[in-house]
């Protein structure tokens, strides 16, 4: 093995070599130009005119040769008919000669008028009505080639999109009159007839035609449209089942107007095994890094039917070694839609914390952190999801349920049967990992009654809203809501699982605070001492609001405020948290690292502040 010096001695004679072959290899210019009196647009536009400068003898004599026409052309394409040049052109023996252009751009054209017709039944459509209010040119503007090049390709690619495959210009010109610096646009189209989607085939897969069939997100021999292409593809994308997707309009292949589609599908691996390795921060009661584990199974196609699976299996130990797990597992089976009707059964066992424990410490006069508190919890769901009209998602389910757990040193072991109904609805301003726009908002209830097969009566509801929008393109706002109630008698309070509490505190919560370390207390005294425990409430109100900044379109700063709590009858102690952020929008999405500063001191908790990495969209 060579010794540390030497290794770095051939590190950097690796990373130099490079460096120094490049800079030997690197050609002196043969001809500089500079270019004055005309607007930056002009200049980069004559720049672009001119093409790359010449590297021999032999093109800069070509280069020298066309630049007058080069220059007029670059002119002209913006406007300017009766510009002047001025080349004076210093050569020298050694080194690169210097070309200098003194340009005098003179009076521009203007439009005139801008004649835009459509011949045909696009001609009705409202995308081309649409499209007609937005186009950038107009009468009386400076005229610009490159801008009429665009409308022109625009109004031809939107016929295209919508299916007039035979559309062409039957007129598409510029005139100019130099005499009195004026010109006219007249783009005359001929769209003829609208194509419509004709049989879709798929190739790759084995499942029931049926069931493809219902992604068609178009009726059979509809009118053609570049967007219901794009929506068949999204369809067969969002079920999971297919790592390859290619839908193809066999324009070529089109008879009586009716164009077939051809779906080529590549399905993904019977079985994946997905590793994850991390640390959790700012989310634990005593504020230092948790290492956490996972492995997931998944079937993304058990059958010709679309059944997949999904099973998950977490770790996580805590600073005062306290282990957590989860073991769950779900079964999906489409019913009337491969994506709008599917019914889940779920099987889990879960370990998982809660709260604050803590004891006092007479000699120091205050509490010391022990833990949290402990549930082991075990379910069995039964779940359907519809997509209604208007986007919204509707559930249903029962619930089976054992959780045991510990407080003020009794053990409970409650069983629930929960009936259960939701209904959400998420509406995104764009399809990025960011969105710029948009909200969600989610309704809750579950409900459990011994007559049913539970250990109390106990009606569980909740409603949250988060709200995204973006001003003036730099400035974001974020707005967060989450509310909870638990209707249940007095005497039954103690078992209600920690599962089905309310406890706030966390990335998602309020920040500041650890993940689920905030809410109401109860004291008992033990041969150990006194027992101070943050058991959670029947009740939960947590407000959030958050400015963002864009440095650049990747980097955002923000500044937050947290408030609310979780609380019991007649005890409600807002807590509020304030703090900084700054986020990357990484190609995975945003990476938001935040700094919480709580400002309230709690039962177990001085003024706290947190570290919080976090990372995904909110939408």
């Known amino acids: 093995m060579l010794p540390f010096r030497p290794i770095v001695f051939l590190l950097l004679l690796v990373m ?3 460096m120094t072959a490049e800079a030997k290899t690197k050609k002196k210019p043969w001809l500089t130009v500079e270019v004055t009196g005309v607007d930056e647009g002009l200049s980069r536009n004559i720049y672009a005119h001119l093409g790359s400068l010449p590297e021999n003898d032999a093109q800069r004599r070509a280069f020298l040769f066309t630049v007058q026409d080069n220059v007029n052309a670059a002119l002209e394409s913006m406007g300017y008919y009766h510009g002047t040049l001025e080349q004076e052109l210093q050569r020298h023996d050694k080194g690169p000669w210097v070309l200098d ?8 054209v203007h439009l005139l008028w801008v004649d835009i017709q459509v011949d045909g039944k696009f001609r009705n459509s409202p995308a081309f009505e649409q499209w007609l209010t937005k186009v950038k040119i107009r009468p009386g503007d400076v005229l610009n080639q490159g801008s009429y090049e665009e409308v022109k390709s625009q109004l031809l690619a939107l016929a295209l999109s919508k299916g007039y495959f035979n559309a062409r210009y039957v007129t598409s010109r510029i005139t100019v009159n130099r005499d009195v610096n004026t010109a006219t646009i007249t783009l005359h189209l001929n769209s003829g007839p609208r194509y419509r989607f004709g049989e879709v085939k798929f190739e790759g897969t084995d499942l029931q035609p049926d069931m493809l069939q219902q992604l068609i997100p178009f009726k059979p021999y509809s009118a053609y449209s570049t967007q219901k292409v794009g929506n068949l593809n999204r369809e067969l994308l969002d079920t999971g089942y297919f790592s390859n997707i290619k839908v193809i309009p066999q324009i070529e292949q089109a008879s009586h107007t009716q164009v077939p589609i051809s779906v080529q599908l590549t ?5 994946t095994i997905d590793l994850g390795i991390g640390v959790e921060i700012g989310n634990t009661s005593e504020n230092k890094p948790e290492p956490k584990a996972s492995v997931t199974w998944r079937t993304p196609k058990i059958n010709s039917y679309g059944h997949s699976q999904e099973t998950t299996i977490e770790w996580s130990r805590d600073s005062l070694a306290q282990d957590s797990y989860r073991f769950q597992s779900t079964y999906t089976i489409p ?3 491969p994506l709008d009707d599917r019914l889940q059964i779920k099987l889990g066992l879960l370990k998982d914390r809660y709260g604050v424990v803590q004891v006092y410490d007479p000699d120091a006069r205050e509490f010391d952190t022990t833990g949290q508190l402990e549930s082991t919890k075990g379910f069995v769901e039964v779940l359907r999801q519809q997509r209604l009209k208007g986007n919204w998602l509707l559930g ?6 054992q959780e045991s757990y510990k407080q003020s040193g009794q053990e409970y072991d409650p069983r629930y049967v929960l009936f259960g109904a939701g209904i959400q609805k998420t509406k995104r301003g764009d399809n990025t990992l960011d969105p710029k726009s948009g909200y969600r908002s989610t309704y809750s209830i579950q409900y459990a009654d011994p ?8 009606t569980k509801m909740q409603a949250s809203y988060l709200w995204v929008d973006t001003f003036f393109s730099k400035h974001r706002l974020v707005a967060r809501l989450d509310l909870g109630i638990n209707l249940v008698p007095d005497e039954d309070l103690a078992r209600v699982p920690p599962s089905l509490r309310y406890f706030a505190g966390g990335d998602n919560s309020i920040r500041g605070y650890g993940y689920q370390e905030l809410g109401p207390t109860i004291d ?32 955002r700063l923000a500044a937050f405020v947290d408030a609310g709590n979780a609380f019991d009858k007649n005890e409600f102690k807002p807590v509020v948290a304030v703090g900084p952020g700054i986020h990357w929008i990484s190609p995975v999405g945003p990476i938001k690292l935040d700094v919480g500063f709580g400002l309230n001191k709690t039962a177990t908790l001085d003024r706290s502040w ?5 990372m995904g969209s909110v939408l």
């Open 16 to 18: 130099i070599a490079p």
């Open 267 to 271: 399905p993904k691996p019977a079985n």
């Open 524 to 555: 008992t005294e033990t041969p150990e001492g006194t027992l101070r425990e943050v058991i959670g409430g029947r009740y939960l109100a947590v407000g959030s609001l958050e400015y963002q900044y864009y440095l650049t379109p990747s980097w």
């Open 451 to 458: 007559s049913l097969g539970s250990e109390i009566r106990l």
């Open 610 to 614: 947190r570290i919080h990495l976090t």
């Open 335 to 337: 019913l009337t839609h």
């Open 396 to 401: 249903y389910s029962v619930q089976g349920l």
């Open 101 to 108: 252009l003194k340009i005098t751009p003179g009076p521009a």
